[in-house]
C-alpha cells in the first residue's frame, strides 16, 4: 500500500465517505432502470468484506451507507427500533453497479450520488498542508485509554454534508457540499506544540461564554492541549500594549456559561492586519479561534490570508456570531433561539399593557438591523401580535393602506393594538435623519430609533385626531443580547466549539463552523465574506404564516418590494434570502 497506510485503515477511509466529492455541483441522479444480470453472490463480512468490495468496484463505484442493507433486511423484525437503528448511518462499502441493479434490497434507493470531476475541492476547507510542512499524529482519541471509545466516531476528510438537499422525483438534481466537521484520526498539530488564542469581536450574544467555555474544555480535555489564551477587548487585544493574553484552563472557564456576555470582553473596529498578523507571529500561536459576526468575518479571511502569505503554519477558524440570524448558508446562528424566547416575552407585557388601557398599543422594537428574522419569528412564537414590521417589506405611514389607518381600525374592532417592527425597518420614511448618524467602528450604519420615531408619529396623529391613546414602548434590545443562552443554544454553543478545535487540530484553516441541514460542516470563509447578509424570504411559506397569525393588511399598497439596504460609502447590493419552508 502506498504511503505506509495499513490496509485496514484504507478501508476504514473508503467505509467512512458518503461520496468522493467536496465539491460544488455534485449531481444526484436517478437510479436508472436495473439491467438484466445475473443473481449476486453472497457477500463477505466484516473488513474482508469492505476489501473485496472495494478492490472489485474501483474508484467508480457506488458508495452506500454503513449497514443500511442491512438494517432494511432487519426492519421487519426489528420493531419500532427500526427507524431509529437507521437513522444518521455511516458508510460502509463500495458496491458496484451490476451488484447494485442486481439486488432487490436496493430497490429502497432512488438516487444515485455522482461526483461532478472538475468541481472537486472547489468548496472544501483550506488545509495547512497547501502551503507548509504539517505533521502526521494519531488522534489522542486513539491512544488515550480515556478516550479510546471515541475513536469510534472518526469522520473521514471525504465525508460531506449536502447543501441543496431539495429535489425532483424524475429529474437530475444539482447541489454543493461542504466537509463534514468532527474528529479525525489524524492530526497536524502535537498536542503539547499548540498555543491557541481565543479573541470574541463585535457585540454581544447569548452563548458566546459558552462556545469560549467549550474551546477551552475541548482542546484542554479531548486533546491535552495546555496553553491556551483568551484575547481581551476584541482584535485590538492582539496588538494593544494595554492589555495582556489572558490563560485560560478548565477551572477559569468551568461555570462561565452561567453568565452572559464574554468574560474576554468585547469591542468593534481595532482591526490592524500587520500588527495582528504581527503579534500572532511574535506570541508563537498557532491556532486562533475567532467568535464574530459578518464584519469579523471578514477580518478573520484577512488574517488567514496573510498567514498563508507568510507561509506560516497557523489556523484561523471562524464561529459565527449573529443574533440577528442573517449569517449566510447557514441554519441558524447561536443566541437566536435565546432572543426569540426574550422577545416574546417582552410582546406577552406588551400585549398585557395594550389590553389593560383604552386604546391601548404596544410597540415592542425588536434586534434585526437588516433582516426581521427575529421580528418573524417571535410574533409566530407569541401569536398576540397585530402588525409585524421588519426591514425587507417597505411601509407608510398615512394614507388608505398606512400603519396609522391600519391602527384605528383595530382600536374600533379590537380596542388595543400590538405592533412588533424590527430595528431596521421603516429606515425610507426617515432616510432623511440617518445622514447626520454616521457609522460605527465596525462600518455600519447608525440608525435613528424606529421605536422612537414611530411612536412620537403615532401620538401625534391621533392627538391631532383628538383621540386617546395609551402607547407603551417596550425595547428589550441589551437585555435580550446580554442572556446567558438557553438550552437549546447551549446545546449549539458547545457543538460549535467542538467542531471547530476538530478542524483546527486536523489542520484545517481560513473556515468557519456553522449547521447546514442539520449537520455540522466547515465553511471557507470565502464563501461566507463574498456573500451578503441573509434576510427574510417574503414570498416564503413562512412569512405568509406571520400574516395569517397577525392578519394584518398590506402596509405598502398591492406591490410588495424588497428594501435594500445601504451601507455608508457602499452601493446597495442584492442580500441573500435564507430557505424558509
Known amino acids: 500500500m502506498s504511503g505506509g497506510i495499513p490496509p485496514r485503515d484504507r478501508v476504514r ?77 455511516k458508510i460502509v462499502a463500495l458496491v458496484s453497479a451490476a451488484t447494485e441493479n442486481g439486488d432487490p434490497r436496493y430497490d429502497h434507493f432512488t438516487k444515485r450520488l455522482v461526483a461532478h470531476p472538475s468541481k472537486l475541492g472547489r468548496l472544501e476547507a483550506p488545509h495547512l498542508s497547501s502551503w507548509t510542512r504539517v505533521g502526521r499524529f494519531p488522534s489522542p482519541f486513539k491512544t488515550n485509554p480515556r478516550s479510546l471509545n471515541l475513536g469510534l466516531s472518526f469522520v473521514s476528510n471525504n465525508e460531506t454534508i449536502l447543501v441543496d438537499i431539495i429535489g425532483h422525483a424524475q429529474h437530475e438534481t444539482i447541489s454543493r457540499e461542504f466537509l463534514r466537521c468532527g474528529p479525525r484520526e489524524f492530526i497536524a498539530f502535537h498536542p503539547q506544540t499548540v498555543n491557541a488564542a481565543i479573541v470574541t469581536c463585535g457585540g454581544l450574544a447569548p452563548g458566546l461564554n459558552t462556545v469560549v467555555r467549550e474551546l477551552v474544555c475541548t482542546l484542554s480535555r479531548l486533546y491535552g492541549v495546555e496553553n491556551i489564551y483568551g484575547v481581551p477587548y476584541g482584535y485590538r487585544g492582539f496588538y494593544s500594549p494595554n492589555h495582556n493574553l489572558r490563560r485560560l484552563t478548565e477551572d477559569s472557564v468551568s461555570s462561565i456559561h452561567h453568565q452572559g456576555g464574554t468574560i474576554l470582553g468585547s469591542s468593534r473596529g481595532g482591526f490592524d492586519l500587520k500588527l495582528i498578523c504581527d503579534a500572532v507571529e511574535d506570541r508563537s500561536l498557532n491556532q486562533i479561534f475567532i467568535i464574530g459576526g459578518d464584519g469579523t468575518h471578514r477580518g478573520a479571511l484577512a488574517i488567514y490570508e496573510e498567514l498563508r502569505r507568510r507561509k506560516c503554519k497557523i489556523a484561523c477558524v471562524g464561529i459565527p456570531k449573529t443574533v440577528d440570524n442573517d449569517f449566510p448558508l447557514i441554519d441558524r446562528s447561536f443566541g437566536f433561539d435565546t432572543a426569540v424566547q426574550e422577545t416574546q416575552r417582552a410582546i406577552n407585557c406588551a400585549k398585557v399593557e395594550a389590553e389593560a388601557a383604552i386604546n391601548g398599543l404596544g410597540l415592542v422594537k425588536v434586534m434585526g438591523r437588516a433582516s426581521g428574522q427575529i421580528a418573524m419569528f417571535a410574533c409566530l412564537a407569541s401569536r398576540d401580535v397585530n402588525v409585524c414590521l421588519i426591514p425587507e417589506i417597505p411601509f407608510e405611514l398615512t394614507g388608505d393602506h398606512g400603519l396609522l389607518r391600519c391602527v384605528a381600525d383595530l382600536f374600533e374592532t379590537k380596542g388595543h393594538c400590538v405592533i412588533v417592527v424590527a430595528e431596521g425597518a421603516g429606515m425610507d420614511l426617515i432616510s432623511d435623519d440617518m445622514r447626520s448618524y454616521g457609522t460605527d467602528a465596525s462600518g455600519n450604519v447608525k440608525r435613528p430609533d424606529i421605536g422612537l420615531w414611530l411612536r412620537a408619529r403615532i401620538n401625534e396623529h391621533f392627538a391631532a385626531q383628538g383621540q386617546e391613546v395609551n402607547l407603551k414602548l417596550i425595547d428589550p434590545f441589551y437585555m435580550v443580547r446580554s442572556l446567558p443562552a438557553n438550552a437549546t443554544d447551549s446545546l449549539y454553543c458547545s457543538l460549535l466549539g467542538q467542531s471547530a478545535v476538530h478542524g483546527a487540530m486536523a489542520g484545517y484553516s481560513g473556515f468557519s463552523t456553522g449547521i447546514v441541514n442539520g449537520h455540522h460542516v466547515m465553511l471557507p470563509m470565502t464563501e461566507i465574506c463574498n456573500r451578503s447578509r441573509t434576510r427574510v424570504d417574503v414570498h416564503s411559506r413562512m412569512w405568509h404564516r406571520v400574516l395569517a397569525c397577525t392578519n394584518q393588511p398590506s402596509l405598502c399598497g398591492s406591490k410588495v418590494e424588497e428594501v435594500p439596504v445601504k451601507e455608508s460609502g457602499k452601493p446597495a447590493k442584492p442580500m441573500a434570502v435564507r430557505q424558509q419552508t
Open 13 to 89: 477511509d473508503a467505509q467512512s465517505s458518503l461520496v468522493n466529492l467536496a465539491a460544488e455541483g455534485a449531481v444526484l441522479a436517478p437510479r436508472p432502470a436495473a439491467p438484466v444480470v445475473a443473481a449476486p453472490q453472497q457477500r463477505p463480512e466484516g473488513d474482508a468484506a469492505a476489501a473485496a468490495v472495494v478492490t472489485a468496484a474501483g474508484d467508480n463505484a457506488t458508495m452506500l451507507r454503513s449497514g443500511t442493507i442491512e438494517k432494511i433486511a432487519a426492519m421487519s423484525t426489528a420493531g419500532e427500533d427500526a427507524a431509529s437503528r437507521a437513522d444518521q448511518p
